[in-house]
C-alpha cells in the first residue's frame, strides 16, 4: 500500500508580509514590553494585544485572570457624538472594509488594560496593527520625521474609541465602523477590516 503524505502549507501566512493599511505606508509589528509575574521580569512580546494575551495566557494564567477582563459595559452604544472633525469615516471607500463594532470594542478594552508604552520608529507613514480579531483591526500610525512613543496604549484606545463613536453604523443585527482618526500629535488610528 501506498502513502501519500502531503506537506501543508500552514505557514504561508506568516512568511507573507502583513499589508499596509494605506498603500506606501510602512509596516511595523508591536513589540510589547510585559511583567508576567509582576515581579520586574519583563518580556518582550511581538504582534498584536491578542497575540499578547495568548502569549501571557502561556506564560502565567493567573495574570490575565487579574488584569484582563472583556468590558461589560461594551454592548450598550455609548454614542457621545464629539464634534472632532479629525475623524474621517470610511476615508477609503471601495479599499478599506467596515470593521465589526464588538471585536473593536474588545480590543480597544484590551489596550486599556495593558500596560507599557506604544513605540514607534520614525515615520511619516509608519504603521502597527496593535489589535486584531475577527478580521478586525486597530492600527496606529506615527506621521512624523522622528521616532514616536505615546504614554500609553491607551491613547491609541482613546483614539480608536472615538472613530467608534462616531463611525459606527447598524447593519441589519450588526454594528460596523471603518474610519481614521488624526491626532495633534502627528499620529492617527485607523479602524477597519482586516485578515486576521
Ligand atoms: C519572577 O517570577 C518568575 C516565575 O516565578 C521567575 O522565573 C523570575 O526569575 C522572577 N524574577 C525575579 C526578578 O524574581
Not at 110 to 135: D, M, N
Request: glycine share 6%; net charge negative.
Amino acid at each position: 500500500m501506498l502513502f501519500v503524505t502531503f506537506i501543508v502549507p500552514f505557514f504561508v501566512n506568516h512568511v507573507l508580509a502583513l499589508e499596509a493599511p494605506i498603500p506606501g505606508y510602512k509596516v511595523q509589528e508591536m513589540t510589547w514590553k510585559v511583567d508576567p509575574f509582576n515581579n520586574g521580569t519583563i518580556v518582550e512580546i511581538t504582534g498584536t494585544v491578542q497575540d499578547v494575551i495568548a502569549e501571557l495566557y502561556k506564560i502565567n494564567p493567573q495574570y490575565l485572570e487579574h488584569h484582563f477582563m472583556v468590558d461589560d459595559d461594551s454592548d450598550k452604544l455609548t454614542i457621545t457624538h464629539k464634534q472632532d472633525n479629525h475623524v474621517i469615516c470610511n476615508p477609503r471607500p471601495g479599499h478599506w472594509v467596515h470593521a465589526r463594532y464588538y471585536p473593536i470594542q474588545d480590543g480597544i478594552s484590551y489596550l486599556r488594560q495593558i500596560g507599557g508604552r506604544p513605540e514607534l520608529s520614525a515615520g511619516p507613514g509608519t504603521c502597527s496593527r496593535v489589535s486584531c480579531s475577527w478580521k478586525s483591526a486597530i492600527w496606529w500610525c506615527n506621521d512624523d520625521d522622528k521616532p514616536m512613543s505615546l504614554d500609553s496604549f491607551g491613547d491609541i484606545a482613546d483614539c480608536a474609541q472615538e472613530i467608534v463613536d462616531i463611525c459606527h453604523k447598524r447593519d441589519q443585527w450588526e454594528f460596523y465602523v471603518v474610519g481614521q482618526n488624526f491626532n495633534d500629535g502627528n499620529w492617527n488610528c485607523i479602524v477597519r477590516g482586516a485578515n486576521c
